[in-house]
């Protein structure tokens, strides 16, 4: 994926900016401060992002690591913004602050994941300087920065992955994000924004304000179907105005998550027992190398089936492969073969997706094993009514549109799953739906009239309204979009 002069924008993590994203983030800003004087942009690339400062005759600073050529709106600084933090932090004594001079901070950071050189070669420094927050991506690590180094009142506006907003391991950074600055706008984009230059990644803007007394309602935006009906929406401001609290959802053990334009309905369902307060949610094995202890037929010495990742499949799925019989012994005498929770292999129970966009939970055999997807165990009295509820659309809506919007579902999240509160009856009515769906070995094609059925029965005890259960339906069939 190369882009002018040679250079791997996958290195870089380089994506130019849409001239009409630019201009909105920009125009935002200047709406609430009109009478600022200097912007910074802390990965300027081409300066895409900063015309419409430039304009309106505010002095601009801009970084980048890399000269992309010639400068016409911003004093260019060839360097690296982490390394630019790091100074101005090491030069601080006591409780002093950084407090840049700039009264705006606008920024596309780079969309690098861990597996940048750059993050492996400097981890030790990065822990340091970043503490709690995490070193997981570069993103998250310029927002933190960009929050940490701004004086009070200075206005930030940030289009950026949005896994932020809901991984479990951006926690801190969401409260970096609460504790010290004002949320003006959260809005969501569609998947399609940036395809033209080969990325397909989940991105939202997010426009703050440093210090939390500037903190008025928040305009947000669910995800558009795609860049043209954004563009749209932004160019008529047709947001929703909503308070704080109703963007942040409290999920378990002091967890939270940001969501944007989910049901009030909805969100108290997490006042309700979790899964994971309920039954045992937990992860199982992890090879370490799964072409070695993992075969596709079963054979002599490869004879525990093995499940991973149900994937798209619900009620029922054929195991992934079969485990080496001598599973326990190289947990014991190989390092990286892990098997945790020993105590529940080969139970019977019900195993989740891990990968991907959509959620699913199947039946899980006794007698099987299980990878470091979520799999859950209850009573046997349990599991067939648990199994319908999970792969109802509403446990879609909550996992997908709540809990994680990345495409790794660990049983961290699962566990988080609230339970609704069910009667015998129900119960039983969901279980015979399951078993029937199991027995007959639906696929994901197949399965759409007994989900249907699910979604009926459990809508009916919440008493939704048919708006809220039609918003819930449509982002389970449109996950790709929705998520």
């Given at each position: 994926m190369v882009i002018e002069n040679g250079v791997d924008r996958r290195e870089l993590g380089y994506y130019s900016t849409p001239e009409f994203i630019a201009r909105f983030m920009t125009d935002s800003m200047l709406a609430i401060n009109p009478?600022?004087?200097?912007?910074?942009?802390?990965?300027?690339?081409?300066?895409?992002?900063?015309?419409?400062?430039?304009?309106?005759?505010?002095?601009?600073?801009?970084?980048?690591?890399?000269?992309?050529?010639?400068?016409?709106?911003?004093?260019?600084?060839?360097?690296?913004f982490i390394n630019f933090y790091k100074e101005c932090k090491s030069n601080l004594l006591f409780d002093q602050k950084i407090n840049l001079k700039y009264d705006y901070v606008i920024a596309n950071p780079p969309y690098n994941c861990h597996e940048l050189d750059y993050i492996r070669t400097n981890k030790r420094n990065l822990n340091l300087l970043f503490g709690n927050i995490g070193v997981h991506n570069m993103y998250s690590m310029f927002i933190s920065a960009i929050i940490d180094s701004a004086k009070e009142g200075a206005l930030i506006s940030i289009i950026s992955s949005d896994s932020f907003l809901t991984t479990r391991m951006h926690n801190?950074?969401?409260d970096q994000i609460l504790k010290n600055c004002s949320i003006h706008y959260l809005i969501l984009c569609p998947t399609d924004l940036f395809w033209d230059q080969k990325a397909d990644v989940r991105t939202c803007i997010l426009i703050l304000q440093k210090g939390t007394n500037f903190q008025k309602s928040v305009r947000v935006l669910n995800?558009?179907?795609?860049?043209?009906?954004?563009?749209?929406?932004?160019?008529?401001?047709?947001?929703?105005?909503?308070?704080?609290?109703?963007i942040i959802n409290i999920s378990a053990n002091d967890d939270f998550e940001f969501v944007v334009d989910i049901p009030v309905e909805v969100q108290s369902l997490f006042s309700s027992p979790r899964i994971g307060e309920t039954f045992k949610c937990i992860t199982g094995?992890?090879?370490?190398?799964?072409?070695?202890?993992?075969?596709?037929?079963?054979?002599?010495?490869?004879?525990?089936?093995?499940?991973?990742?149900?994937?798209?499949?619900?009620?029922y799925c054929e195991q992934d492969g079969f485990?080496?019989?001598?599973?326990?012994?190289?947990?014991?005498?190989?390092?990286?073969?892990?098997?945790?929770?020993?105590?529940y292999m080969l139970k019977e129970g019900i195993t989740c997706s891990s990968m991907g966009v959509s959620f699913g939970a199947c039946y899980l055999p006794a007698g099987s094993t299980y990878g470091v997807n979520a799999n859950i165990f209850c009573n046997q009295a349990d599991i067939w009514w648990l199994l319908s509820y999970l792969n109802s659309s509403l446990v879609t809506y909550i996992v997908r549109g709540i809990l994680c919007r990345s495409n790794m579902i660990t049983s961290g999240y699962v566990s988080k799953i609230p339970i609704i509160e069910l009667d015998n009856v129900t119960k039983n009515l969901l279980e015979k739906i399951a078993k029937d769906a199991y027995g007959k070995r639906m696929s994901p094609k197949e399965n759409s009239v007994t989900i249907n059925l699910i979604d009926k029965i459990i809508f009916e005890k919440l008493g939704f309204t048919e708006e809220i259960e039609d918003e819930i339906i449509d982002f389970a069939a449109n996950l790709k979009s929705r998520v």
């Open positions: 009478n600022g004087k200097y912007a910074l942009d802390p990965c300027v690339g081409k300066e895409e992002m900063i015309k419409d400062f430039y304009h309106q005759n505010i002095d601009i600073d801009g970084i980048d690591i890399y000269n992309h050529g010639d400068y016409y709106y911003c004093n260019f600084i060839q360097g690296d801190p950074l969401r995800r558009p179907k795609n860049r043209n009906e954004l563009q749209l929406k932004l160019e008529h401001r047709s947001f929703i105005s909503t308070e704080l609290d109703t094995i992890s090879t370490g190398q799964d072409a070695r202890f993992i075969s596709k037929e079963k054979k002599e010495g490869f004879e525990i089936p093995f499940y991973k990742n149900p994937g798209t499949r619900k009620f485990l080496t019989n001598d599973y326990l012994r190289y947990d014991k005498e190989i390092k990286n073969f892990m098997v945790r929770n020993k105590s």
